[in-house]
């Protein structure tokens, strides 16, 4: 079946340091799945972060990039300069069914940004 | 627009007790699923409703656990006989079309915890 491998945290950073969450999948019944990351903040639900849908592009939100690499099957999330308020826990997730949007998901990284 | 509402948000039951969970999908999406996270497997997805209708029940166990959908504005996940490995946070969320693209917006889960 599907799977999405992501890096185990929890990952601690201090405030305007980089940032890469890495992220693989396999996906058995697609060449190419739509990849997602999605986020939950602290005392919030899940939410979508980004998405991509198309290998070799890029998506961004909130200052955050993650690019489809179909050759090394990975979506790594990446940020620049990262603020507290980023603190959360960030999921890697695949659909890869055309006829339903079941998402396979990673375990969930734990990120903390240290003032 | 309140978000996917889910109820109740916690839930303590007895080991052979039945469980109800509900779900109020955002009014308009088309699509509605299930998921279950626990510490162990982590994020699984259970099951899929489009239109109402039934589409995935793949992630289902085969026993005890059943899931409707009596009309477009709620869903209920109910768990016969309820067991202490079924401990674990249920979320509930929807999407406008459920497709393999759309994004899905979660709801803050029910916690079932079985003595």
């Known amino acids: 079946g599907d799977s999405v491998t992501q890096t185990e945290g929890p990952v601690t950073v201090s405030e305007s340091e980089s940032l890469i969450i890495n992220c693989t999948y396999s996906?058995?019944?697609?060449?190419?799945?739509?990849l997602f990351w999605y986020v939950r903040y602290p005392g919030e639900g899940l939410q979508l972060l980004l998405k991509?849908?198309?290998?070799?592009q890029k998506g961004s939100s909130r200052g955050f990039e993650a690019t489809y690499n179909k050759e090394t099957t990975s979506f790594h999330l990446q940020k620049a300069s990262v603020q507290e308020s980023d603190s959360a826990v960030y999921y890697c997730a695949l659909a890869s069914n055309t006829n339903t949007g079941k998402l396979t998901f990673g375990d969930g990284t734990v990120l903390t940004v240290k003032p | 627009n309140a978000g996917v509402i889910q109820t109740p948000r916690h839930k303590v039951t007895g080991k052979g007790q039945e469980a109800t969970l509900w779900c109020e999908p955002i009014?308009?999406?088309?699509?509605v699923f299930w998921y279950r996270q626990t510490i162990v497997q982590g994020l699984e997805f259970l099951t899929y409703?489009?239109?109402?209708?039934?589409?995935?029940d793949s992630g289902m166990p085969k026993e005890r656990f059943s899931a409707q959908m009596p009309n477009q504005s709620h869903s209920t996940l109910k768990i016969q006989s309820t067991q202490p490995q079924d401990s674990a946070v249920y979320l509930c969320?929807?999407?406008?079309?459920?497709?393999?693209?759309?994004?899905?917006?979660f709801g803050p889960g029910t916690r079932l915890t079985v003595l």
């Open positions: 969320a929807s999407s406008l079309w459920g497709d393999n693209y759309a994004e899905q917006f």
């Open positions: 409703f489009r239109n109402q209708a039934p589409i995935d």
């Open positions: 009014s308009g999406h088309s699509a």
């Open positions: 996906a058995t019944s697609i060449a190419y799945p739509n």
């Open positions: 991509v849908i198309t290998a070799g």
